[in-house]
């Protein structure tokens, strides 16, 4: 048919091909829709959806829901992204009929995001997923801590308000139960020698380590023999830059040097100190009589390699002591008690952390440490000179001791990435430890080889959910034993910064040495098994954190009057505690307050039966207050620590066991302390002055008791001193200090 010969014949003849063209290409369009959910069912909101090689795709709304069309044929594949998801791919077919297709798509597990197992511990370092607590500034600035890290380690809950022993007491164990492991090594003696009801400071400045964790219960499977709490420090790897030091104080003296190779790849340091009590003594007076004064002699040295993968690092310290101290005899005002010790401790740590590749990590670890402690023990008279009574109580506690140990370990862990973050790391240790002691003209001596072997694996199933999983197993030839502790942690996270977990694990530990000195061989682990459920809240400048525990004791040592020493005791300890940090609430001002209730009875040493026991207060508490003022360039740190009174017995023979003579509870424990830091700057030196003060309003503070040999009478056990008082400087080249300290306060 010919068309009509008009002027509108060309638009109308366009029209009909465009519209022809428009039905073809709508017709080969397809509608594809569908419904996006994360894993746990919920709808999500802005996940991008294409088809794959195309530009076709579409975005879901706030229901979930998508749809677009695509022009493409046949067998194509559709792909659905989200930030912070794993991204998911389906093939799809496509003929022109409308497509539905739904998508579940699973979290992508991030560092940064996923929950961390931290059950029982508190941590504090330079990891991103670390929730820092207390950090090496932190120890220097607790008020009245002194710069001591077991003293910060007080203020949070779970420690124990203990003064005349040192040590950590934690959730109802003894200072033996906890333990401290430097680049993954026991430390045999952390701290330094000390006399009968007085704690002694531990060998360690906080300024070597950059990360701590204190575990109070349920810690990982890489590290044993400690039955009730864990304290782990990592050492600084390479410093800054270069650096001296000095500082001169009330009590000591000290100077260092860090060298920093101009590669930046290795570094090297060394450093002194001298503390001498005479002067402090002098002006401070002390209740004891000292016939030698406080004496100790410090020197450590560093070296440090950065290698292809990691780093190697080796650690030094050497130590010497002299303290000697005269107290009037309980049992006769005209005598006396002399107690006189010198002490040489050198402990060595060499550890070697490698990235192997592949995912694989390599952290090796050994360490020496030589102790040397020459005990003299006297009776004496007025005029100081040594004498004999006649009468076995007395008598008795003349002695010379002379107790050398010896500890040599090796460790190796082997750690292989997973899928995401997940992990699992295993690897062994041994150690071999020897003790000689001359006591009078006795000889007693020790040989221990003890190795142990772990596995455990870090399992993250979504960002919210992760166990850790591990089992430990030891053998000590000293008992002739093996022993098997599994050990679980499960972490949910509840929120954005919140989460909750539950801990179980068991734990062993070897009895102290002093118990296979009177011929019992016989002697097996003593044992805790732990229970814990943990809630915490964690910001950048805040930290809540709630924790219940329960702790089964089992084969404790039983001390009775034939020496016949066995493992028939039993304990229990169970409690709740709480932290918090605030560093966001007052500008400027950063406080943590923390406590514990702790419900405890054990039947072990010379108990008669399960009783509270005298190292442990059922309500503990403490409060920590911060505050920097930048235009004065001047830091007030203030502590407060408060204590119900803690039990007390005296103990008395009646055949093969022990009964109650006397018993009591102590009053309540109440000290406050204070230290102010001044930052200023002197010629090219960066200085900061410290004050410090211990028990301010001069509390009366009663640790327990000393009794008689019949239980007759009894003797407050205090400090040597009501209160304590420091003044120093510290002086650095090379580091500004100042702004560190500016920092951690802002």
């Known amino acids: 048919m010919e068309c009509e010969k008009s002027n509108n014949s060309l638009p109308r003849c366009f029209l009909a091909i465009i519209t022809l063209f428009i039905t073809i290409i709508l017709s080969a369009q397809t509608k594809v829709s569908g419904i996006i959910k994360d894993n746990h069912g919920r709808k999500m909101k802005g996940v991008t959806i294409s088809i794959k090689d195309s530009y076709d795709g579409g975005v879901s709304d706030s229901t979930g829901k998508f749809s677009f069309k695509c022009y493409d044929k046949g067998t194509q594949t559709i792909i659905a992204k989200s930030i912070g998801f794993k991204t998911v791919q389906q093939p799809i077919i496509l003929t022109g009929e409308p497509v539905v297709i739904n998508f579940s798509l699973r979290e992508e597990i991030n560092e940064l995001t996923a929950v961390t197992v931290t059950a029982g511990s508190f941590e504090a370092g330079d990891k991103k997923r670390a929730a820092t607590v207390l950090n090496s500034l932190d120890v220097v600035t607790v008020g009245g801590a002194n710069a001591d890290i077991t003293n910060a380690l007080k203020t949070l809950p779970g420690a124990q308000q203990v003064g005349e022993q040192?040590?950590?007491?934690?959730?109802?164990?003894?200072?033996?139960?906890?333990?401290?492991?430097?680049?993954?090594?026991?430390?045999?003696?952390?701290?330094?020698?000390?006399?009968?009801?007085?704690?002694?400071?531990?060998?360690?400045?906080?300024?070597?380590?950059?990360?701590?964790?204190?575990?109070?219960?349920?810690?990982?499977?890489?590290?044993?023999?400690?039955?009730?709490?864990?304290?782990?420090?990592?050492?600084?790897?390479?410093?800054?830059?270069?650096?001296?030091?000095?500082?001169?104080?009330?009590?000591?003296?000290?100077?260092?040097?860090?060298?920093?190779?101009?590669?930046?790849?290795?570094?090297?340091?060394?450093?002194?100190?001298y503390t001498n009590l005479a002067a402090y003594f002098a002006i401070v007076p002390q209740k004891p009589n000292y016939f030698h004064l406080p004496e100790f002699h410090a020197a450590d040295a560093n070296f440090r390699v950065k290698t292809k993968g990691g780093i190697i690092k080796y650690y030094t310290t050497f130590g010497a002591s002299n303290i000697g101290i005269r107290r009037p005899n309980i049992d006769s005002f005209l005598l006396n008690n002399a107690y006189g010790v010198i002490n040489y401790n050198w402990y060595n740590n060499l550890s070697w952390r490698e990235y192997l590749g592949k995912g694989w990590r390599m952290n090796l670890g050994s360490s020496v440490s030589i102790n040397t402690d020459k005990i003299n023990l006297q009776i004496q008279n007025q005029l100081n000179q040594r004498v004999h009574t006649n009468l076995n109580y007395l008598d008795s506690t003349n002695a010379a001791i002379t107790s050398h140990q010896d500890l040599a370990q090796l460790k190796a862990v082997f750690e292989k990435k997973l899928s995401g973050i997940s992990a699992i790391r295993f690897g062994g240790e041994y150690w071999y430890g020897t003790v000689k002691n001359v006591v009078n003209d006795t000889n007693h001596s020790l040989k221990d080889n003890f190795a142990a072997l772990f596995s455990e694996a870090d399992i993250y199933l979504t960002n919210d959910l992760a166990a850790k999983i591990g089992v430990r197993s030891e053998y000590s030839s000293q008992i002739g034993q093996f022993n098997i502790a599994p050990r679980i942690s499960l972490a949910y996270k509840t929120g954005e910064h919140s989460q909750m977990s539950a801990v179980y694990g068991q734990f062993y530990q070897k009895p102290e040495n002093t118990y296979f000195y009177y011929g019992n061989k016989n002697l097996d682990y003593v044992k805790a098994s732990h229970y814990l459920l943990n809630y915490m809240r964690t910001t950048a400048l805040q930290t809540f954190r709630l924790e219940a525990f329960y702790k089964k004791y089992e084969n404790l040592i039983e001390t009775p009057p034939t020496y016949q020493f066995n493992n028939n005791g039993s304990g229990c300890a169970q409690g709740i505690e709480l932290f918090w940090r605030d560093k966001k609430t007052i500008q400027g001002l950063d406080?943590?307050?923390?406590?514990?209730?702790?419900?405890?009875?054990?039947?072990?040493?010379?108990?008669?039966?399960?009783?509270?026991?005298?190292?442990?207060?059922?309500?503990?508490?403490?409060?920590?207050?911060?505050?920097?003022?930048?235009?004065?360039?001047?830091?007030?740190?203030?502590?407060?620590?408060?204590?119900?009174?803690?039990?007390?017995?005296?103990?008395?023979?009646?055949?093969?066991?022990?009964?109650?003579?006397?018993?009591?509870?102590?009053?309540?424990?109440?000290?406050?302390?204070?230290?102010?830091?001044?930052?200023?700057?002197?010629?090219?030196?960066?200085?900061?002055?410290?004050?410090?003060?211990?028990?301010?309003?001069?509390?009366?503070?009663?640790?327990?008791?000393?009794?008689?040999?019949?239980?007759?009478?009894?003797?407050?056990?205090?400090?040597?001193?009501?209160?304590?008082?420091?003044?120093?400087?510290?002086?650095?080249?090379?580091?500004?200090?100042?702004?560190?300290?500016i920092n951690n306060n802002l």
């Open 166 to 273: 040192e040590g950590l007491f934690v959730r109802g164990g003894t200072g033996y139960e906890t333990k401290q492991f430097i680049d993954g090594t026991m430390v045999a003696n952390p701290y330094n020698a000390s006399v009968p009801d007085i704690a002694s400071r531990g060998r360690f400045s906080p300024f070597i380590f950059k990360g701590t964790v204190f575990s109070t219960g349920g810690y990982s499977a890489q590290y044993g023999q400690a039955l009730s709490s864990a304290v782990i420090l990592e050492t600084i790897d390479l410093p800054e830059t270069s650096q001296a030091s000095a500082s001169i104080s009330s009590v000591f003296v000290g100077t260092g040097l860090q060298e920093l190779a101009k590669n930046k790849k290795s570094s090297w340091g060394i450093n002194y100190g």
């Open 591 to 741: 406080y943590w307050v923390s406590y514990s209730y702790l419900d405890t009875k054990r039947q072990f040493d010379k108990y008669p039966t399960q009783l509270a026991p005298t190292f442990a207060a059922k309500h503990t508490a403490s409060l920590v207050v911060k505050r920097f003022f930048t235009k004065l360039n001047t830091g007030f740190n203030f502590t407060y620590s408060y204590a119900t009174g803690r039990p007390y017995y005296y103990f008395q023979p009646a055949g093969k066991k022990y009964v109650i003579g006397d018993e009591g509870t102590t009053s309540d424990y109440n000290t406050f302390g204070c230290s102010v830091n001044y930052l200023t700057k002197i010629k090219k030196s960066f200085v900061v002055f410290v004050g410090s003060v211990t028990n301010v309003f001069n509390s009366n503070l009663v640790y327990g008791y000393n009794y008689n040999h019949n239980g007759t009478y009894k003797q407050e056990i205090n400090p040597t001193a009501p209160r304590f008082f420091f003044i120093g400087a510290f002086i650095s080249w090379g580091v500004d200090r100042r702004q560190d300290a």
